[in-house]
């Protein structure tokens, strides 16, 4: 049995393999940067003496994402569990995005989740077992100037995972969703940031913990949960210029 991570190559994905190879579970690792898959594979499994896959990807384009499902059904029925630590962000993501753009955004952010998330569901129905982890974004929580594109994606991927959590309370598929704010990564190494970043690390471990839980939905770092509640509370007017101060 083993544990997929799409988007495993970098940041989260990375931590969160390197926390699961410390418990000695097998992995498959998807990314779109194979180079980095191959380091990660050959240290994972020379320091944790586990089996590790590994699978060049592109996420957002739904037909290689069709194609990986067709041709890996049996590893697939194999699997314990599925975590999608996978953010795509365009710095040309406007309102007015290209019609490319815009699909590619949706697709790796949204909609190839979910669509992949329906074939393994199917799979973990038949064995009444296995966890789904997914991962939304504090800029989910209002429209905004940049990233729009992506806000759109992760606010939808929220509202999938929500009714995940809701059609599977009575069985044995355990859900999980996490919404995060800032993370210490290569993507914010360069940004000006109104508040502290959270450490991969850290959220990797307490994923690793509540993989048996079921209906979990979290914050990280969890400060976060309160700047959500405002921006929703408050009447459309105010919360827009809050926005403007978070901005990526």
């Not at 360069?190 to 509540?210: C, E, F, R, Y």
Request: with cysteine.
């Amino acid at each position: 049995m083993s544990n997929l991570i799409i988007g495993a190559s970098s940041g989260l994905g990375r931590e969160i393999a390197y926390e699961l190879g410390k418990s000695s579970k097998n992995l498959i690792l998807i990314s779109r940067d194979i180079k980095d898959l191959e380091i990660i594979r050959s240290d994972l499994e020379i320091k944790f003496k586990i089996k590790v896959n590994i699978f060049n990807l592109d996420f957002s384009k739904v037909d290689e994402v069709s194609k990986f499902i067709h041709d890996n059904k049996e590893m697939l029925e194999n699997l314990d569990g599925v975590l999608f630590p996978i953010g795509m962000m365009n710095k040309k993501d406007f309102v007015k995005n290209s019609e490319k753009d815009l699909l590619s955004l949706i697709s790796a952010n949204f909609y190839c989740v979910a669509f992949f998330t329906n074939k393994i569901l199917k799979i973990f129905e038949d064995k009444n077992k296995g966890y789904i982890v997914g991962f939304g974004s504090i800029a989910g929580s209002l429209g905004r100037e940049i990233n729009t594109g992506y806000s759109c994606a992760k606010r939808a991927l929220e509202s999938y995972f929500e009714s995940l959590i809701v059609s599977n309370l009575k069985n044995q598929i355990k859900i999980q969703f996490y919404t995060l704010g800032y993370l210490d990564t290569s993507l914010s190494s360069d940004k000006k940031l109104l508040l502290p970043k959270g450490s991969p690390k850290t959220l990797a471990k307490i994923v690793h913990k509540n993989l048996n839980q079921n209906g979990v939905k979290k914050f990280f770092p969890f400060w976060w949960v309160f700047i959500d509640y405002m921006i929703k509370i408050l009447p459309f007017f105010v919360s827009k210029n809050i926005i403007k101060h978070f901005k990526d």
